[in-house]
């Protein structure tokens, strides 16, 4: 059983940046594939970005790629989404979300543990 905790979210004007913070319970944390999906108001669940197990693999959807990073600490249990440029688009429910698994999945069915969000709005 995992159980995640997110943090870090809040307003922040066009071009502004956060940081995105996610908190594991458990032992095997390094055992989990770890990604953030967001949820806008009327939309479905999307994928973010994804890191492996160890950190060395990571992914993204296009909206983000060369904006957001993220990235893991295995002995802290935590795992973060750097987010620089932001635009009123990314404004959304970010949830953190940590799957069994050696490879790397941008769809949630793959997902066996999720958060409970985190809101971010990008407004001026």
């Known amino acids: 059983q995992v159980q995640l905790v997110e943090s870090g979210g809040g307003l922040v004007q066009p071009g502004g940046s956060l940081r995105l913070s996610c908190a594991a319970s458990g032992r095997t944390f390094s055992a989990y594939t770890m990604a953030w999906f967001r949820q806008a108001p009327g939309t479905e669940r999307e994928f973010v970005a994804v890191i492996s197990w160890s950190g060395d693999g990571t992914g993204y959807a296009d909206s983000v790629k060369g904006r957001f990073t993220i990235s893991r600490d295995n002995a802290k249990n935590t795992v973060s989404l750097q987010m620089n440029s932001l635009k009123p688009e990314d404004t959304a429910v970010y949830y953190c979300?940590?799957?069994?698994?050696?490879?790397?999945?941008?769809?949630?069915?793959?997902?066996?543990?999720w958060g409970q969000g985190t809101q971010v709005t990008v407004s001026s």
């Open positions: 979300a940590a799957g069994q698994m050696r490879m790397m999945y941008s769809t949630t069915s793959r997902y066996d543990y």
